[in-house]
């Protein structure tokens, strides 16, 4: 659409007007680490993280989200998006939407992740800093993200802005943009070629031999009982991965004993349980029984299984997983690079 | 209707997880802790799903459970479920009687694929509550019985008590239409049993079953395999086989992960399927 640039010293001008005007989230400082939080003043907006501890999808699809309140019998839905810029999202998470946007929508189009989404303006930013787990250079290479509605890539004395849909365009009004030159085009490109060079964890592998090899050793029982070995099963790696999707479908009472809510959360594959079946008369099947075979799905799922409809792997390489796994065993590197390694 | 979270009288959106209302209109207990509902669509429409699919049943405070449609579309004025108590949910429905509404999302998944069915050769085998979704089918092909060639039925329940849909088997024992065979893992003194005893592969003595048999298999997941074998010696090929698959089915619309066996969604992409689409799927059986 256009390519604007904004001087660093009108920026936070921008900002604070974009506030005014609109709800927006953005990453924001928390303790030592950082998350993505509604932006009450204009110096909060850390624009600078390296990475979040939970993923930008939490916007479109919440911890806890409530599907349905109920009266008694009779339910109403609970569809109601709520219009948001999502400010300062790095493109690995931006490719990380993209996929929950095509698996919220396919076979059966489900508005209450897809309605929050479409109320959503997406602004991208350069990673300035580089998460020491993110491995985002060596995976997906050929992917690009493309669901964003503008582009902020920081550039000497400020800001190149390229706006990608009128969602995009409409935030112009909120700062002195000028026409970018040619000069600070360039350089815009240049410094978003080279940020994709410094994430510090490489997969060795392109991901068509990946998906191969992998899928390849699922039969390696033993070999996948020794990468789960310390795993806890305690779900941090699907609960902090921008890809993961799954959930649990739960009713909840009000005081009142009579109206209350079918509400989803969040749920990871990685759980002992998430594969059982209750059978009746005390007996149960556990499709994935062991860990061995939880964390093969999980490697599965974002190596191999959803490639084809995706275009690529399940991965983004945030890294949020290495570094939320107590045992450290979570690392797709490690895992995948042994396995193409032999 | 308004938002139901703040009544901002936005535009109502289609929510995927909105049931829809089902009237009981007969209820009966058929075993101690299994019990039959006939259902109608409160809002009067006929049914229309296939044999094999499957619904969310639900009461609201409860939750839902993935169930099959007891009955075939054949039967276009109701359908039937069958609800075993288990665990939390079913226990709650199971208090519904005649007269109480069901929420029901439905119909969901593939059902058993009809067009390969017709003018085949085809046998059921159903173990325990896999007799419940086989029967859409089992009902299907008895009430257009000319569609079909021969029909035949292996029906095995743990002990006679816990045999279902007794007036059912009565018919079937006698009927011209399907060549039944049933059986009991085990039974005592009392039961009175005078039929074959021993797991459900034991029938394969009494029946011939010819490789061009389309064989549809559905029970508890340790049957599958020892079925398997028995068909292999039959030499019915894989193509020939198909499976109707129980699994965790928590959103019956292919989100939420917990049915997943490889790249497949038993909910979706299920929960028949063809033995041949899962034979290299190592979660599968």
């Known amino acids: 659409m256009s390519v604007k640039f904004i001087k660093e010293t009108d920026f936070n001008d921008f900002v604070g007007k974009m506030m005014e005007a609109r709800t927006v989230v953005g990453p924001v ?17 850390r624009l600078d993280y390296d990475v979040t501890i939970l993923p930008p999808k939490k916007l479109f699809f919440p911890p806890r989200q409530d599907l349905l309140k109920f009266h008694g019998q009779k339910g109403t839905s609970c569809i109601c998006p709520q219009p948001k810029v999502l400010f300062g999202v790095h493109y690995y998470d931006i490719k990380a939407i993209d996929q929950t946007d095509f698996l919220f929508n396919e076979n059966n189009a489900d508005q209450n992740y897809l309605a929050n989404r479409e109320a959503t303006t997406i602004i991208g930013t350069t990673i300035q800093n580089v998460s020491p787990r993110a491995f985002f250079g060596s995976v997906g290479k050929n992917v690009n993200p493309k669901g964003h509605d503008g582009f902020l890539t920081r550039i000497n004395g400020g800001w190149v802005f390229e706006t990608l849909t009128s969602k995009g365009r409409d935030l112009l009004d909120f700062g002195k943009f000028i026409d ?8 815009a490109a240049k410094v978003n070629t080279e940020e994709k060079t410094k994430s510090p964890e490489k997969i060795k592998a392109e991901g068509d031999v990946v998906a191969q090899k992998v899928r390849k050793s699922f039969s390696e029982d033993e070999l996948w009982e020794e990468f789960a070995k310390d795993c806890f099963s305690c779900g941090s790696c699907n609960i902090v991965c921008p890809t993961c999707y799954c959930f649990d479908v739960q009713d909840n009472w009000n005081v009142d004993q009579h109206s209350g809510a079918r509400t989803r959360s969040w749920d990871g594959c990685l759980k002992a349980d998430f594969a059982e079946c209750s059978l009746g008369q005390g007996a149960c099947e556990n499709f994935r029984e062991t860990k061995g075979s939880r964390f093969r799905h999980r490697i599965m799922r974002k190596a191999v299984y959803s490639n084809e409809k995706l275009g690529g792997p399940a991965c983004v390489g945030c890294g949020r997983c290495s570094l939320s796994c107590t045992a450290d065993i979570a690392d797709p590197v490690n895992v995948i690079n042994r396995i193409v390694e032999g | 209707m308004a ?8 535009p109502e959106i289609e929510n995927l997880f909105m049931p829809k209302e089902a009237l009981i209109t007969e209820t009966k207990w058929m075993t101690k802790d299994t019990k039959h509902f006939v259902l109608k669509w409160a809002d009067g429409s006929k ?10 049943a639900s009461l609201f405070g409860f939750g839902e459970i993935p169930l099959g449609f007891a009955t075939s579309p054949t039967q276009e004025n109701s359908f039937e479920l069958v609800i075993r108590q288990v665990g939390r949910v079913s226990t709650a429905l199971c208090k519904l009687e005649a007269g109480d509404t069901m929420l029901i999302r439905a119909p969901l998944g593939k059902g058993f694929p009809l067009d390969e069915l017709r003018g085949e050769k085809v046998m059921i085998i159903a173990g325990g509550l896999g007799i419940v979704p086989t029967r859409s089918l089992i009902n299907y092909i008895t009430d257009r019985r000319d569609e079909f060639k021969s029909f035949t039925l292996f029906y095995g329940a743990r002990n006679p ?4 849909f007794k007036e059912d088997l009565v018919k079937w024992r006698s009927s011209k239409d399907v060549h039944y065979f049933e059986t009991v893992d085990g039974c005592c003194e009392e039961d009175n049993w005078k039929g074959n005893t021993g797991v459900i592969t034991t029938l394969f003595k009494q029946a011939e079953v010819t490789p061009d048999t389309k064989v549809i298999i559905c029970g508890p997941p340790i049957m599958y395999r020892f079925v398997m074998m ?7 090929p894989h193509e020939n086989v198909y499976v109707d698959l129980e699994r965790r089915m928590k959103c019956g619309v292919g989100k939420c992960g917990h049915c997943q066996i490889n790249d497949k969604y038993v909910c979706i992409d299920g929960p028949v399927f063809k033995y041949s689409e899962l034979d ?6």
């Open chain 2, 3 to 10: 938002c139901g979270t703040c009544n901002c009288n936005s």
């Open chain 2, 230 to 236: 028995e068909l292999y010696k039959c030499n019915v």
């Open chain 1, 29 to 45: 400082a928390k303790k030592t680490k950082f998350v993505f939080g509604e932006l009450e003043s204009v110096d909060q907006l």
């Open chain 2, 47 to 56: 049914v229309s799903h296939q044999p094999g699919q499957i619904v969310e």
């Open chain 2, 161 to 164: 008590s816990e045999l279902l």
């Open chain 1, 180 to 187: 970018a030159d040619d000069a600070q085009k360039a350089e």
């Open chain 2, 280 to 285: 290299s799927k190592e979660e599968a059986l």
